[in-house]
């Protein structure tokens, strides 16, 4: 799949909303990606999934042992992924603040992707990378459905991205007139 492919399958989902956005990473966008409305269809969520399994396994043709999702945003993703990877997956959850693994283990020296469904700053990822060679893993890189950094953001690692859409994202105290004019909404899930 192509940035325009997967960029259509949002449009079709209605996951492409305008207005003025407060993203997870604390700045604002005119953009948000309700993957959300995307993941709602499996058939859909399949078709990316698999993409960015494909891309994955190009990649790294000796293969993984786990795809790890950041909980709450990763965890569909990852697991699609990793269902197409034939690999077991995991996910990590916000204690205190930090994420770990709460519910699972892992061996030292697993080979781990990092799954994730959009990347803005790449916070979450570099959380997740750190929680995880914490562990021993052997984190070798991350992936994700839509980079909206389009390629800018340092997520710690090696980042695959099934597609790059350079959307404008602005800290709160430099916000353009037309988006200030305009009230804010915060659908993310960095809090829960």
């Keep these: 799949m192509n940035t325009e492919e997967v960029l259509d399958v949002f449009r079709e989902c209605g996951a492409m909303l305008e207005g ?14 309700q993957k959300a409305r995307v993941f709602m269809h499996a058939d859909k969520t399949s078709r990316l999934c698999s993409a960015m399994a494909r891309k994955i396994k190009d990649r790294f043709p000796d293969g993984i042992d786990y795809v790890v999702g950041p909980a709450v945003g990763g965890i569909i993703p990852a697991y699609e992924t990793s269902r197409h990877l034939e690999v077991p997956n995991v996910w990590v959850e916000r204690e205190n603040g930090k994420f770990r693994l709460r519910r699972f283990e892992v061996e030292k020296g697993a080979r781990v992707i990092i799954v994730e469904d959009i990347v803005t700053t790449g916070l979450s ?9 914490e562990l021993g893993t052997d984190v070798l890189a991350a ?3 839509i980079d909206r950094s389009a390629g800018k953001a340092d997520v710690g690692v090696p980042l695959i991205a099934l597609a790059e859409y350079d959307v404008p994202a602005y800290p709160a105290d430099n916000l353009p007139p037309e988006l200030a004019a305009i009230p804010a909404v915060e659908p993310g899930s960095r809090n829960l």
């Design 20 to 33: 003025h956005f407060i993203l997870t990473s604390g700045l604002h966008s005119p953009v948000f990606l």
């Design 125 to 133: 990822i570099r959380e997740t990378v750190e929680s995880l060679r």
């Design 143 to 145: 992936a994700c459905l």
